[in-house]
T-cell receptor
Framework: NAGVTQTPKFQVLKTGQSMTLQCAQD?????MYWYRQDPGMGLRLIYY???????DKGEVPNGYNVSRLNKREFSLRLESAAPSQTSVYFC????????????FGPGTRLTVT | AQSVTQLGSHVSVSEGALVLLRCNYS??????LFWYVQYPNQGLQLLLK??????LVKGINGFEAEFKKSETSFHLTKPSAHMSDAAEYFC??????????????FGKGTLLTVNP
């Protein structure tokens, strides 16, 4: 099993450009999550999908949209990138049904200039 | 609402010394508690977890943590530090936010440095 995979690994955008970060998991997990990590801030939840067909806002959703494409895939879209969105983005998944831990992907390092 | 406080953003120990990383939490419902480790330029890896049962939990790489409800703490320890333990460590709490939606709330992290 590959676990949780993310593409791309690195990306540089200019202010105002758009892009989509891709995430996929092969563990048959029900819930998926997007976080951003900034120095000294820990990880903050952007959006999550408790199950296929549902999405909800997390702590810092402004400027982002998500799509739960199917059970395996959960994408994060930046419609008009801003320098404040420079960060490392992590996708995670959770089985549900009595399992509370999340499993993380390797991250996408995004720089907006 | 739930929150996590990690005392000390940076901890430095000598190789072979005790490692103690502190975590306190607040939660209005019974919490599930986790420690994750992040090596440079990598994702987060689950180190150990407390859900129910025994309050002393053992994890990978010789780490353990004890859930103390009265102190709302979940400190991480390792008797003897190794150079390979140098990493950033995150404490996290999860509780049911309604509809069986369990979301993780993370502390800000503690960077562990191990000196030879």
């Amino acid at each position: 099993n590959a676990g949780v995979t993310q593409t791309p690994k690195f990306q540089v955008l200019k202010t105002g450009q758009s892009m989509t970060l891709q995430c996929a998991q092969d563990m048959n997990h029900n819930s998926m999550y997007w976080y951003r990590q900034d120095p000294g801030m820990g990880l903050r939840l952007i959006y999550y999908s408790a199950s296929e067909g549902t999405t909800d806002k997390g702590e810092v959703p402004n400027g982002y949209n998500v799509s739960r494409l199917n059970k395996r895939e959960f994408s994060l879209r930046l419609e008009s990138a801003a320098p404040s969105q420079t960060s490392v983005y992590f996708c995670a998944s959770r089985l549900q049904a009595g399992a509370y831990e999340q499993y993380f992907g390797p991250g996408t390092r995004l720089t907006v200039t | 609402a739930q929150s996590v406080t990690q005392l000390g953003s940076h901890v430095s120990v000598s190789e072979g010394a005790l490692v103690l990383l502190r975590c306190n939490y607040s939660s209005s419902v019974p919490p599930y508690l986790f420690w994750y480790v992040q090596y440079p330029n990598q994702g987060l890896q689950l180190l150990l977890k407390y859900t129910t049962g025994a309050t002393l939990v053992k994890g990978i790489n010789g780490f353990e943590a004890e859930f103390k409800k009265s102190e709302t703490s979940f400190h991480l320890t390792k008797p003897s530090a190794h150079m390979s333990d140098a990493a950033e460590y995150f404490c996290a709490v999860s509780a049911d936010s309604g509809g069986s939606n369990y979301k993780l709330t993370f502390g800000k992290g503690t960077l562990l440095t191990v000196n030879p």
